[in-house]
């Protein structure tokens, strides 16, 4: 073979490399950015019933027994850091895993660009989509429900 296309394939190689430790550096540095500040999501009592707002019902994870709720004011972000709405020790949550919020009168969920992706009834999602009641989303290994 001609001397030209080693020396291009060793370019070639080189330039793959490059993309490879670019994608790695990308990766390492959203999951370590801070978190923009947020101020903490209002648990809900289960008792309150008539006129209330959507919320979010955390289902499993975490080890917990407790059922724990969160009402929909404007927005929520779901994460790892400490600065989000709901805060959770999950480990294949993101710091900046996915946001809630309302927009028309209708709940969107989308994904902040997780390492682990979230999942809305199993199927995982790229864009935002809107949540209608008994939607379960899955972040991690937490599983929470959509209630209206």
Not at 117 to 130: A, D, L, S
Request: some cysteine.
């Amino acid at each position: 073979m001609p001397e030209i296309v080693y020396v291009s394939l060793r370019y070639l190689f080189l330039a793959l490399l490059y993309l490879f430790l670019a994608f790695v550096v990308r990766a390492v540095y959203r999951e370590l950015r801070p978190a923009p500040p947020r101020l903490p999501a209002r648990e809900t009592s289960r008792t309150r019933r008539k006129g209330r707002r959507a919320a979010l019902v955390l289902l499993s994870g975490e080890g917990r027994r407790t059922r724990k709720e969160w009402e929909i004011v404007e927005e929520l972000v779901i994460g790892r850091a400490p600065e989000c709405s709901i805060c959770l020790e999950d480990e294949f949550v993101s710091n900046l895993h996915a946001r809630i919020y309302t927009l028309q009168d209708h709940y969107y969920v989308e994904d902040l660009g997780s390492t682990n992706g979230t999942y809305v009834n199993g199927r995982r999602i790229n864009y935002p989509i809107e949540l209608r009641v008994g939607d379960r989303i899955k972040v991690g290994r937490t599983l929470m429900e959509f209630k209206a």
